[in-house]
């Protein structure tokens, strides 16, 4: 059966509400990460300026506009149509918020190039990884992500950074 899960904006409201939390850049942004890097933890710490943060989380992005289906992440089947449909709408929306000069850091794509990628070192991911939820299919997802994630980083000389911290000042550093 086709997921018949679309996008949502809820009148505009969602850009609304973002333009209150985050602020836009003349450039945006976007990097990616597999799961259990820091990702969060690193987004929860940043510092206000003027009331505003200049990243913003793709997941929580994504929930807003309604690009996700929880059942679809939840239990991803990658050759499915409903896999491809949610991951193409994860490229569209973050390609959109990019565009509008948001700065986004997640692990939600299908074919979207970004302008940074975190893999931290592997010690280093084991340990975060044991903190977060266990099951064979959530490292098989993080597997696949990372492999896909090079593949993308070497066609496309996408630069890769082992912190999100580093990958973040590269950016803000670029004209």
Partial sequence: MIDKFIFNQKDKTVFKELEKKYKTHRKGYVILGP?????????????????????LDQDE????????NWDVWKNPKPNSINYKLQYMRADYGTTMAKALGYRLIGSNFLDLIPDAIVFVPEELHKKFMST??????????????????????SKHKVPVFESVEDAVNFLEKKK
């Fill in 35 to 55: 799961m259990a890097i820091g990702k969060t933890y690193w987004l929860d710490r940043q510092e206000l300026k003027n009331e505003k943060v200049d990243w």
């Fill in 61 to 68: 992005y994504l929930v807003n506009i309604g690009a996700i």
């Fill in 132 to 153: 977060r939820n266990k099951s064979k299919k959530f490292r098989e997802n993080i597997e696949r992500v990372k492999k896909n994630l090079k593949l993308i980083a």
